[in-house]
C-alpha cells in the first residue's frame, strides 16, 4: 500500500502550520514513513497528477470558514476519477472551534467526493481546538501522541483506528454547560486573553473593534 | 439598498450570466442598486491563514489584492448571492477563495451562536446571504451539501437570513426567473 500524505494547509511546510504539524505527527513512527507533500507549494493541476499514481491519499486539512481552503478546492477539481477499484482516501480535518460537528459538513462533502473519484472512504478524522498547537506544542503532547498512534495503526491496518479517532474527535457538541461556561468565560473577557496579548504585541490593540469599511 | 452578485463561474466552463442578469433584473425591479463581480476576473489570492486581518491590521486583509474591494462591497450591500457551480457539492474555487479572504469582516473573539461557538460580528449589520448553485448534472446528495454549506456561512457571516437554491444549466429562463424570485422573498425583498 502505498500511500501519500497532502498537507491542504495554505501555510505549507512553515513552522505555523498545525496541517504540517498533524502530518508529520502521523508519519512520526511508522516503520516505512510516507511521503508528505504540501499543496500550497505545488501547482495542483500537477500535484493531482502525481497522486494518482498511490494507492491512497490522507489528506490533511484546516477548516476555513466551514469547508476546505479555496487552495484545497482548487486541488479538488483537478483530480479524476480512478479507472480502477482499490484506491482509498481519507481525510484528518484540524480546526480552532472546539466542538468537531462544526465539521459536519465538510466531512459530508469529503465523503461524496470519494465516491464520485471513485475511491474507498477510509473516513473523515476530526480534531478541533487545535489553532494553538504551533504556538505551544508541549500543551498539546497528548494530541500529538494520538496522531502518531493514527499512523502508525494506518501503516499496520490500511485504516483509522476508531479508538485514537473517538478521543481525537471528543467533544462532538458542547453540553449545555459548557456553552454556559463558555458565555461566562466570554462575558468576562477570559476568552480573549491569548488575542489581546498578540494585539497589543502589534500595537493594534485599540484598533481590535475597527470597522474600516463602513 | 444594495445587493452585490459574487459570480464564481470558472473561465474555462459555462457562464452564469443568465443567472446574474436574471438575479440583476429582478432586484433592479424591487429598487436595488446592483453590483456584480465576477471573480475569475479579478486578482485575488489565497487567505494564507495568517490573522492579520484580524491581529495585524484589524479589519483589513494584509494581502492588497482586489479582495479587499470585495470585502468592502460585502459588507456595505444589504443583500449578496454566492452564484457558482456546484462543485461536488461546494462552491467553485474561484467562490471559495474569495469567500476565505472575508474573515477580516468579523472579529477574531469568539462567541455563542446557535449553540456552536462562532466569531463575533465585527460590524453591527450584515446582508443577507442567497446561494445560487449551478450544476451541469443534477445530484441529490450535493444539493443537499451546497444548501448546507450556506446555512453555515450565513452562521459564521452573521446573516440576518438566507435561502439557497440549485438550478440544472439547462432550465427554461421561466423557471429560473419564477425560483429566483422566491428566493429574494425569502430575503425580505419586497416588489411593492
Not at chain 1, 472512504?121 to 476530526?126: C, D, F, K, M, P
Not at chain 1, 468576562?188 to 489581546?196: E, T
Not at chain 2, 459574487?6 to 443568465?18: A, V
Request: hydrophobic share 40%.
Amino acid at each position: 500500500m502505498n500511500t501519500i500524505i497532502l498537507n491542504g494547509s495554505p501555510k505549507g511546510n512553515s513552522e505555523k502550520c498545525n496541517s504540517q504539524i498533524f502530518a508529520e505527527q502521523f508519519v512520526k513512527d511508522m516503520k516505512n514513513p510516507c511521503e508528505i507533500k504540501c499543496i500550497a507549494q505545488n501547482v495542483p493541476k500537477e500535484l493531482a497528477q502525481y497522486v494518482a499514481d498511490f494507492d491512497a491519499i490522507i489528506l490533511i486539512l484546516p477548516l476555513y470558514i466551514h469547508a476546505m481552503p479555496g487552495i484545497v478546492m482548487k486541488f479538488i477539481e483537478e483530480l479524476e476519477p480512478a479507472t480502477s477499484k482499490g484506491k482509498s482516501i481519507g481525510f484528518i480535518i484540524q480546526a480552532g472551534f472546539i466542538e468537531t460537528a462544526q465539521h459536519k459538513y465538510v466531512g459530508r462533502y469529503l465523503e461524496n467526493l470519494a465516491e464520485r473519484l471513485n475511491y474507498s472512504y477510509l473516513g473523515t478524522v476530526s480534531k478541533g481546538e487545535a489553532a494553538a498547537i504551533y504556538m505551544y506544542p508541549k500543551m498539546f503532547k497528548k494530541v500529538l501522541k494520538l496522531l502518531s498512534e493514527l499512523g502508525v495503526a494506518y501503516e499496520k491496518n490500511h485504516a483509522f483506528d476508531d479508538e485514537v479517532v473517538k478521543k481525537l474527535t471528543n467533544p462532538y457538541e458542547l453540553s449545555k454547560f459548557k456553552l454556559w461556561l463558555l458565555r461566562l468565560v466570554n462575558k468576562v473577557g477570559l476568552g480573549n486573553i491569548g488575542w489581546h496579548k498578540v494585539l497589543r504585541e502589534n500595537d493594534v490593540m485599540d484598533k481590535r473593534l475597527d470597522r474600516p469599511f463602513l | 439598498m444594495k445587493a452585490l452578485i459574487l459570480n464564481g463561474e470558472r473561465s474555462f466552463e459555462y457562464s452564469l450570466s443568465k443567472f446574474s442578469k436574471i438575479i440583476e433584473d429582478l432586484l433592479k425591479g424591487a429598487g436595488y442598486q446592483i453590483k456584480t463581480i465576477i471573480l475569475h476576473e479579478k486578482n485575488i489570492g489565497n487567505c494564507i491563514g495568517c490573522f492579520g486581518c484580524w491581529l495585524k491590521k484589524p479589519g483589513i486583509c494584509i494581502i492588497e489584492d482586489d479582495a479587499q474591494e470585495v470585502a468592502r462591497e460585502v459588507i456595505n450591500s444589504d443583500i449578496i448571492i454566492y452564484l457558482t457551480p456546484v462543485t461536488f457539492g461546494g462552491y467553485s474555487s474561484q467562490l471559495k477563495k474569495a469567500l476565505d479572504r472575508n474573515i477580516s469582516l468579523i472579529s477574531p473573539f469568539f462567541g455563542t451562536y446557535h449553540g456552536e461557538v462562532h466569531h463575533r460580528p465585527r460590524y453591527k449589520k450584515y446582508p443577507s446571504l442567497i446561494g445560487i448553485g449551478v450544476f451541469s448534472e443534477y445530484n441529490k446528495d450535493q444539493a443537499e451539501l451546497f444548501t448546507n454549506l450556506v446555512e453555515r456561512n450565513a452562521y459564521n457571516f452573521h446573516s440576518p437570513s438566507h435561502a439557497s437554491q440549485v438550478f440544472t444549466a439547462g432550465e427554461s429562463l421561466q423557471e429560473i426567473e419564477l425560483k429566483i424570485n422566491s428566493l429574494l422573498s425569502k430575503v425580505g425583498v419586497n416588489y411593492e
